[in-house]
């Protein structure tokens, strides 16, 4: 199913963050590739920019009591990601971003689930142009200003979260 499987450990991985997993595939992604992420804290918030993801990743942590990634994720105008089974949270020197920032053209598939999203003095969640075939479940948005921010939104299916604790609204 995947061409290529890479782990990402603090120690005994082929890398030691995800920026880095995601740098050593080729531009543009065309293969189906995991990313496994092994329990721990991954510092991704370099110079207060965003780690930017590629198409055809499955980005999986070990679970999200266990894994957290500290810092932004960008999945802009990529297409059949999944990110799933991690903490998120908001580094203290960008701590205005959000932990995940997904913008979507028509055609892209993108799916999170079994997160946390927290941390963030903006949103856990901020959706822009949504597709129809984005997929928002079972996480737990909590302790940011706002849980979810969408714009140019149409689509998409959001279900089984929890979206409890942010300062101004869900």
Known sequence: KYANVIIVANSGGDFTTIGEALDSLPTPNTAPVLIKVMPGPYDE????????????????GAGRDVTTIIGCIDISEKTNITISGFTMRTATVNPTASPLYVTTLPDQKVTVSDNYLTGSSDSGLIMTNCSPYITVSDNIIAGNMYGLRFSACSGGTIRNNTIIGNSSSG
Not at 45 to 60: A, F, G
């Open 45 to 60: 918030d370099w110079y207060s920019r965003y780690t930017e993801m590629k198409s055809n990743v499955k980005l999986q």
